[in-house]
């Protein structure tokens, strides 16, 4: 085996991606699947997705349910007494209105779904897991504020806090936690963005490298966060933004 293969390689790891079926989670699942994980453990609401990788696993989950998280955290101490060894908290949601119209629904659901889960699933898993990497999918929103979105960006600003805060109290077992923040990715999400001529060009021009980012961009700064390569970083935020948040005038 090379030494590229040896650091970035997560045979016989298990790992957990929420998320799992949107657009930038499918990439990290099949990423950390193909690195050689022995288990990728694929949360979502959508548990139908045909996975082309036998090591996939896809299971039902309702983010903002804390009883379904509970049993979930509650099946993998059954299933691995030691722990995982990849925790991946992609799953996220946005709902935009002007701020004095936001409603308290959209509000508690994006705090439950994009703070509250991430934040229990790695308190929960956690207990068990030694020597692992916890990689929190934040959003170049965890530093800017764009209109019309104070759930996600207060969220995504938590989450980044939260990282930081995790990586020092479970820096002792050796756990690595990491925030990747992406900027204007191609996704479902994204389409009603990208779709739009005026505000795909707005975007692209946002970046040094005059383009959109892909999922794949995603999946390899994650994939290099979950293995040995990354041994010693923790507490850090890596915004896969094609320069954005760098950007003066």
Same mark, same amino acid.
């Given at each position: 085996?090379?030494?590229?293969?040896?650091?970035?390689?997560?045979?016989?790891?298990?790992?957990?991606?929420?998320?799992?079926?949107?657009?930038?989670?499918?990439?990290?699942?099949?990423?950390?699947?193909?690195?050689?994980?022995?288990?990728?453990?694929?949360?979502?609401?959508?548990?139908?997705?045909?996975?082309?990788?036998?090591?996939?696993?896809?299971?039902?989950?309702?983010?903002?349910?804390?009883?379904?998280?509970?049993?979930?955290?509650?099946?993998?101490?059954?299933?691995?007494?030691?722990?995982?060894?990849?925790?991946?908290?992609?799953?996220?949601?946005?709902?935009?209105?002007?701020?004095?119209?936001?409603?308290?629904?959209?509000?508690?659901?994006?705090?439950?779904?994009?703070? @509250? !889960?991430?934040? %229990?699933?790695? +308190?929960?898993?956690?207990?068990?897991? &030694?020597?692992?990497?916890? $990689?929190?999918?934040?959003?170049?929103?965890?530093?800017?504020?764009?209109?019309?979105?104070?759930?996600?960006?207060?969220?995504?600003?938590?989450?980044?806090?939260?990282?930081?805060? @995790? !990586?020092?109290? %479970?820096?002792? +077992?050796?756990?690595?936690?990491?925030? &990747?923040?992406?900027?204007? $990715?191609?996704?479902?999400?994204?389409?009603?963005?990208?779709?739009?001529?005026?505000?795909?060009?707005?975007?692209?021009?946002?970046?040094?490298?005059?383009?959109?980012?892909?999922?794949?961009?995603?999946?390899?700064?994650?994939?290099?966060?979950?293995?040995?390569?990354?041994?010693?970083?923790?507490?850090?935020?890596?915004?896969?933004?094609?320069?954005?948040?760098?950007?003066?005038?």
């Amino acid at each position: 085996m090379s030494y590229l293969d040896s650091v970035f390689s997560l045979s016989g790891k298990v790992v957990v991606v929420t998320g799992a079926s949107g657009g930038i989670g499918q990439a990290i699942t099949l990423c950390l699947a193909q690195a050689g994980a022995k288990k990728v453990y694929a949360l979502d609401l959508n548990y139908t997705t045909k996975w082309p990788n036998k090591n996939i696993e896809n299971y039902f989950m309702d983010l903002e349910d804390e009883n379904q998280i509970d049993s979930f955290v509650e099946k993998i101490k059954q299933d691995y007494p030691v722990g995982i060894d990849v925790l991946v908290n992609c799953a996220g949601v946005t709902f935009t209105n002007d701020f004095f119209d936001y409603s308290d629904e959209d509000w508690d659901s994006t705090y439950r779904i994009n703070l @509250l !889960a991430p934040y %229990l699933l790695s +308190k929960g898993l956690a207990k068990t897991m &030694v020597n692992g990497s916890i $990689i929190n999918i934040t959003s170049l929103n965890a530093e800017l504020a764009f209109p019309n979105n104070p759930a996600y960006v207060t969220t995504k600003h938590g989450l980044k806090g939260l990282t930081k805060s @995790l !990586a020092l109290e %479970l820096g002792k +077992k050796n756990i690595r936690v990491n925030n &990747v923040g992406p900027g204007y $990715i191609k996704t479902e999400m994204t389409k009603k963005s990208w779709s739009n001529d005026t505000i795909h060009e707005e975007r692209k021009k946002k970046t040094f490298l005059d383009r959109w980012g892909t999922s794949t961009d995603i999946a390899g700064t994650v994939l290099f966060l979950a293995s040995d390569a990354s041994s010693y970083i923790t507490g850090q935020d890596i915004y896969v933004d094609g320069g954005w948040t760098a950007k003066g005038l």
